[in-house]
Structure formats: structure tokens, C-alpha cells
């Protein structure tokens, strides 16, 4: 857990307010706050490059602040708690805040509405997916995944409006399924046929549960 610790010399900070005027205490106390502030959205977003394995800009760009004013002598520093597009950090980051288990990504949501992964499942990469630079499954192998599967064109945000070159591009795109290979010994998972082999891309496993980083 992080820990901040502020340290004055309190005699010295109430001698310089007792000689600000009225007029100047709303204005220095508001930089003081905006001052902690800062410090503190800083302190957080190096306790996330520490604790994570290369988060990613989203990551560490979610961490906000609200600078005091003299009118309002507070200042905030809080998780991203809304997006545009893409999942608010305050979705994620709990789970490793906190510890626990994590909810169902966007992908895994539609994989279970679709009946192509059981409920009380998760899906993690396998050896043969494609990483981005974050260590995570890239997007476009999810698109991918997705559209050969049949769950794509009914995912928002996953899809954009395919046109009829897409449609003809998409009959050579990589062909996945969800079983389990080697005669039912494999564990179960969405795999890509390789001739007469097959890639682990995403395996399911049940529940994970992360301990606490903070």
C-alpha cells in the first residue's frame, strides 16, 4: 500500500499565516492544496508503473485531480470514473487495489452471451496470441476472434461497419474455434487451426482471483 507522509514545521507555517492578511489566507491555503494534490496524482502514477507489468497510457492517465480554488478549498485526486470510449480505470483498478476477483471484460461478456464460453469462466491468453506491447491479447486478435466467431457484428465497439472488400478480406482471416483439441485433452479455450495442428490463443479458466498491490 502506499503510504504518503508530509512533514512541516508547523510553527513556522502559522507564523507566516498570522502575517497574510485576510485577503491572501484563501489564496495561499488553495495553492497549498493544489500543491498536495499534485503530489499526490504524481506519487499515485508512479505506484502504478511499480506495481504493474507495463500498464498502459490509459492506465496511467486515469488517475485525476482537481485543483483547489479560493472559492472552494479543496483539491481532489480520484481514479478516471467515466470514459467516452473504452472501460473507466475505476472498473479495473479495484480488483488490484483491493484484491478479489475481477468482472468479465467486454469480450468475455459477449463470448458468454453467445454460448461460446461458460459463465463462470475467464479468458486468459494463451502461448500463440498476439501480444501488443502492454502484454495484453491485441485488440485486432480479439477482432479477429470475434468475427470469425460470429459475436463481432453484435459488440459494440468491437466492429466497425464492415464493407463488401472487409467481407472478402475476412474469408482468408485466420480460422478459430472453441473446444478442446488432442481427441478432448486440451484444455478448453478458443483455439486457431494450423493445418492439422492448433494454437492456444485463449484458454478459460475459472474465477482469478488478484491479490492486493496497493
Known amino acids: 500500500m502506499m503510504r504518503l507522509e508530509m512533514r512541516d514545521n508547523i510553527d513556522k507555517i502559522v507564523r507566516e499565516m498570522r502575517g497574510l492578511s485576510k485577503s491572501k489566507v484563501p489564496i495561499a491555503a488553495a495553492k497549498a492544496l493544489t500543491f498536495t494534490a499534485e503530489r499526490v496524482q504524481a506519487a499515485e502514477k508512479s505506484e502504478l508503473e511499480r506495481v504493474f507489468d507495463r500498464p498502459t497510457r490509459w492506465t496511467l492517465n486515469s488517475v485525476f485531480k482537481r485543483s483547489a480554488t479560493t472559492s472552494r478549498l479543496f483539491a481532489r485526486v480520484w481514479i478516471k470514473d467515466e470514459a467516452s470510449s473504452g472501460v473507466p480505470a475505476s472498473k479495473y483498478l479495484p480488483v488490484h487495489i483491493d ?4 468482472r468479465h471484460k467486454r ?4 463470448l458468454i452471451h453467445y454460448g ?5 469462466m475467464y479468458a486468459v491468453p494463451g502461448r500463440r496470441a498476439s501480444m501488443d506491447g502492454n502484454g495484453n491479447i491485441s485488440r485486432g486478435q480479439i477482432v479477429q476472434i470475434l468475427s470469425a466467431l460470429g459475436a463481432a457484428e453484435r459488440v459494440s465497439g468491437f466492429m466497425a461497419n464492415r464493407t463488401q472488400r472487409s ?14 483439441p488432442g481427441n478432448g485433452t486440451g484444455p478448453l479455450g478458443i483455439w486457431q487451426r494450423i493445418g492439422n495442428g492448433a494454437r492456444p490463443i485463449l484458454i478459460f479458466v475459472k474465477r482469478p482471483t488478484y491479490r492486493r498491490r496497493f
Open 116 to 120: 461460446l464460453m461458460p459463465a463462470d
Open 99 to 102: 484484491g478479489g476477483n475481477r
Open 167 to 180: 467481407r472478402r478480406r475476412n474469408r482468408n482471416a485466420p480460422d478459430y474455434f472453441v473446444g478442446r
Open 107 to 110: 469480450f468475455e461478456k459477449a
